[in-house]
């Protein structure tokens, strides 16, 4: 039997648990088996993370999106922006500008 993207992530993470990008793989692969709490957790622990990981901001904020949790994803891409652009991410800082517009600024549910 084959194993899963996510099983062979996990695997590598035995071998190193801290690894940046296989996290975030992780979380990847955990938010589109619809496990939204647990992919936030390790997107929140890559942004908080020192240097913070600034593609983490931007899943996070987009998967909590797609599951109607608005307001946490706006705070998650308001940190974001600020953060890629203390570490000249412009780009990034563009393209999550543009997500947190689409679901409004500001909103009741803030």
């Known amino acids: 039997m084959t194993a899963s993207r996510r099983q062979r992530i996990e695997a590598l993470l035995r071998e190193d648990p801290g690894d940046t990008f296989l996290r975030y793989g992780l979380a990847l692969e955990m938010a589109q088996e619809g496990e939204i709490d647990a992919a936030t957790a390790i997107f929140a622990a890559l942004a908080t993370a020192s240097p913070a990981y600034v ?26 922006i600020e953060e890629a652009r203390r570490q000249g991410q412009d780009h990034a800082a563009g393209e999550m500008a543009e997500l947190l517009m689409e679901l409004g600024a500001h909103g009741a549910d803030d």
């Not at 593609?55 to 308001?78: C, D, Q, T, Y």
């Open 55 to 80: 593609p983490a901001f931007h899943m996070a904020g987009r998967h909590l999106a797609a599951s109607g949790r608005i307001a946490e994803a706006r705070r998650f891409l308001r940190d974001g």
